[in-house]
């Protein structure tokens, strides 16, 4: 059996085992790729062999075939990425060992945009850390890291002529460590200071930037405006209506105090944050966030209320139109493609250009399905099937398995991007929790946004999934124990039961599936 995640589009085994190990040269096209793949090679005393790489204009981009003869390997691809996938592919078929049955292999992936989002601004999540995931996602060909870096609760990178952002924009006071109780703002509270040097240093970013890019992985920053703001407001009350100041917030939700789009000072602020940005980020997209903006000091704000009348401005939801597109307009000098989440859609006007990020589905809507009729470009994240911060059994893995355009009723994929799973961390503390929350859903988000649709079978990918279990530890990637990635977690007979019952145990302990998961062993 050729069990490989994501799943190809046609695999034979033939007669006979390859070798592939450090005693294994590469040779011919795409030498650029050698130093960064040589080390991921078993260290073993397998016979010499050659993988000759062959450029192969003919070959989807990102995709690749590879033959095998007289012990050697042929690697066919128009592309560096395609070129380094198909070692990926090899390395999943040794299973962290020195050999594999000899295959003929065709493969390239269903999406250009095969994307995970890591939370670091709720917990700081270290360089080393981050450079595992991306370890991770490279050996699943998923090519995009999503760095949300801001929040209401913590600003975690550098913006030198702005140093308050990390000098008191990174700390809060406290942590809310479960959900019950929010509304009487009385949910469990760790009051132990969080933050401070919690921050990427604009060094640091580089470094992870290129070491993303060795890996054929691009790196997409998001600064949350004009909510999600209150870090930023904290350092400096001016950009918010009222002026007044206030602090970090150690609350979780979405919150009231955020940018006055009515003054000019929040465009200087944050074109000044793009230009020092944009010297670290290559890649030529950028996420403005753009999400759960309340707009009730809006609605009170005479800067905002003047700048409505200014512009003849429907309302407030076109004011927020108004600063989406004065940030694209900037981010395009920069040559940058802007994204959001999907809330930027609903004021009127928005840039044709701008990149939706579809995750929440609005009641009586169908307004991300008219963006792409009239040929905009989206990204699909719907967070019922892909988010993973919450447990599975809420949110299963055979779910976020199924999850594709279809899934949101998308009849032609033309103008989707791809797939993006994001990881929220509010509740996420350490590494034992983000990792089994991660990992399984991560392979399974790598073969929903490769793999096409009709190649796809739960019950296939699952026995994948655990053939490969060891191969995955072994990359530090540990997966879920089987009965907690099914959701079998909570006492109910039926479906509807058990997610009602893992929501409840998720409101009081958000780390309940962890205990059950050292219960077991």
Not at 13 to 30: E, I, M, P, W
Not at 93 to 111: M, N
Not at 480 to 507: C, F, H, M
């Amino acid at each position: 059996m050729i069990h490989l995640i994501p799943r190809p589009i046609s695999a034979t085994l033939l007669n006979g085992t390859v070798f592939f190990s450090k005693n294994t040269t590469f040779t011919g096209a795409f030498a650029e790729i050698y130093s960064v793949l040589t080390p991921m090679l078993a260290n073993t005393s397998a016979p010499q062999n050659t993988l000759t790489f062959v450029q192969d204009d003919s070959v989807t981009k990102e995709g690749y075939r590879i033959t095998c003869e007289g012990g050697d390997i042929s690697v066919f691809a128009a592309d560096p990425a395609g070129a380094f996938y198909a070692v990926m592919t090899l390395l999943q078929l040794c299973k962290g060992g020195d050999s594999f049955e000899a295959v003929s292999l065709e493969d390239a992936p269903r999406y250009h945009h095969r994307g995970f989002m890591l939370d670091c601004a709720r917990h700081f999540w270290t360089v080393d850390k981050i450079k595992q995931i991306l370890d991770v996602m490279a050996r699943l060909k998923m090519n995009i890291f999503h760095w949300h870096l801001t929040e209401d609760q913590g600003w975690r990178i550098e913006i030198k002529k702005y140093p308050l952002l990390t000098e008191k924009g990174s700390i809060r006071k406290s942590t809310a460590t479960a959900i019950t109780g929010y509304e009487e703002h009385q949910e469990p509270r760790d009051f132990t200071e969080y933050g401070r040097g919690l921050f990427y240093t604009q060094e640091q970013v580089r470094d992870v930037v290129a070491y993303a890019k060795e890996r054929q992985i691009d790196i997409i920053p998001e600064i949350d405006m004009p909510g999600h703001f209150v870090a930023a407001i904290a350092c400096y009350p001016e950009l918010s209506c009222t002026g007044e100041p206030t602090e970090v917030s150690d609350r979780w939700g979405v919150l009231d105090n955020i940018a006055c789009c009515g003054k000019e000072n929040i465009y200087r602020f944050v074109k000044n944050i793009i230009d020092e940005l944009c010297e670290l980020f290559p890649y030529p997209y950028f996420h403005i966030g753009g999400d759960e903006v309340p707009k009730g000091h809006w609605e009170k704000c005479p800067a905002c209320q003047a700048k409505i009348r200014e512009l003849g401005l429907k309302d407030e939801n076109a004011l927020q139109s108004y600063f989406n597109n004065e940030i694209s307009a900037y981010l395009k000098s920069k040559g940058k493609h802007t994204v959001g989440w999907n809330e930027i859609l609903e004021g009127d006007n928005l840039d044709p250009a701008i990149i939706p990020q579809w995750w929440i589905l609005m009641k009586d809507s169908n307004r991300e399905l008219e963006w792409l009729e009239k040929g905009g470009k989206l990204i699909i994240s719907q967070t019922d099937y892909v988010y993973m911060d919450h447990p599975y059994a809420v949110r299963p893995l055979s779910k976020t398995y199924g999850f594709g355009p279809e899934t949101m009723g998308i009849q032609d994929d033309t103008n989707v991007l791809g797939i993006e799973a994001p990881q929220w961390t509010e509740y996420i503390r350490d590494e034992e929790k983000l990792d089994m929350n991660t990992f399984a859903r991560l392979i399974a988000i790598a073969e929903c946004g490769w793999t096409a649709e009709a190649n796809k079978d739960y019950a296939d990918f699952e026995n994948r999934l655990e053939s490969l279990r060891d191969y995955f530890a072994g990359i530090r990637a540990p997966i879920a124990p089987q009965n907690i990635y099914r959701g079998e977690t909570s006492q109910g007979d039926t479906p509807e039961a058990k997610v009602e019952n893992g929501w409840a145990l998720w409101r009081d302990d958000p780390y309940f599936e962890v205990k059950l998961m050292h219960q077991s062993k």
